[in-house]
């Protein structure tokens, strides 16, 4: 009777554990060290031990009692953290710089766990940039068919005719791409200094991309700045303030993302 008891509780433990087995991509993403796709790369590359033997072999699952180290850095079980940041001009967009220069995370500096921006804005852009040790969720939004509205407001030099702001809707060239807008919209124009302000909506993230497309039809932009993405915005925010996504924020962002990708 112990015996069988024994035996059944035995099968009960190993049926719970492997119901709680999880890819160790996946594990690597959640802990916050990178990208799910990234984490393959470095699995790959010999870089992840499981209970001290290297794996290189895509599809191995661990339980959450498997020691897990990357680059001999045991990982730990960090509590997933989402901040939406107003990012100033001139702060690079990234956890480090090799020329010194203010990074994005010096503007979280209580913040303990390790975040990363999700995508980039350019050094003399400002606005509003999600930052988060998620991987799996940063990796799905920057994800090309991810797509989320991305509003832009620029300070122009000139002032753009409607059908020549027609064509960022049709495509622009430049450096041998492509570039699209959803929308356009003129919010102001000044005639007697030559300027304009312009509302432009993406769902595309290329480099330096709303500054290319204006550019190339010779509008330089003056001031740059991203306003909102999707239903998240800068309402109440100055430049270089920042705060945690609500429960509700987070979800609707994690919804969006796995719909894109079904």
Do not use: C, W
Not at 23 to 40: N, P, W
Not at 102 to 121: A, H, I, N, S
Not at 165 to 180: A, H, P, T
Not at 183 to 189: G, Q, R, V, Y
Request: hydrophobic letters at 35%.
């Amino acid at each position: 009777m112990l015996a069988r008891y024994e035996k059944n509780a035995g099968k009960m433990k190993g049926e719970n554990m492997e119901q709680h087995k999880e890819r160790l991509q996946k594990v690597i993403a959640h802990s916050g060290v990178t990208s799910r796709r990234k984490a393959e790369t470095m699995i790959e590359e010999g870089h992840v031990k499981v209970n001290g033997e290297t794996v290189t072999t895509l599809g191995v699952k661990v339980t959450p009692s498997d020691r897990v180290e990357v680059d001999g850095v045991e990982l730990t079980k960090e509590t997933r953290v989402y901040y939406l940041l107003y990012k100033p001009r001139g702060v690079i967009s990234a956890v480090s710089d090799d020329k010194g220069r203010k990074v994005v995370t010096d503007l979280l500096p209580f913040v303990e766990q390790r975040v990363y921006p999700v995508g980039r804005l350019d050094y003399d852009t400002s606005g509003l940039l999600l930052l988060t040790n998620d991987g799996e969720l940063a990796q799905l939004m920057m994800h090309p068919s991810y797509e989320m509205d991305k509003v832009y407001v620029a300070k122009i030099k000139g002032v753009p005719t409607k059908s020549e702001l027609q064509q960022f809707k049709r495509g622009i060239k430049s450096e041998g791409e492509v570039l699209k807008a959803v929308n356009t919209n003129i919010i102001s124009i000044n005639k007697e200094k030559q300027q304009s302000i312009i509302e432009v909506t993406l769902h595309e993230g290329k480099n330096r991309q709303v500054r290319r497309m204006f550019e190339a039809l010779n509008y330089p932009v003056m001031k740059l700045k991203r306003e909102r993405y999707g239903f998240l915005s800068l309402r109440g925010m100055t430049s270089g303030d920042f705060r945690e996504l609500t429960p509700h924020e987070v979800k609707q962002l994690r919804a969006h993302a796995l719909d894109q990708h079904k």
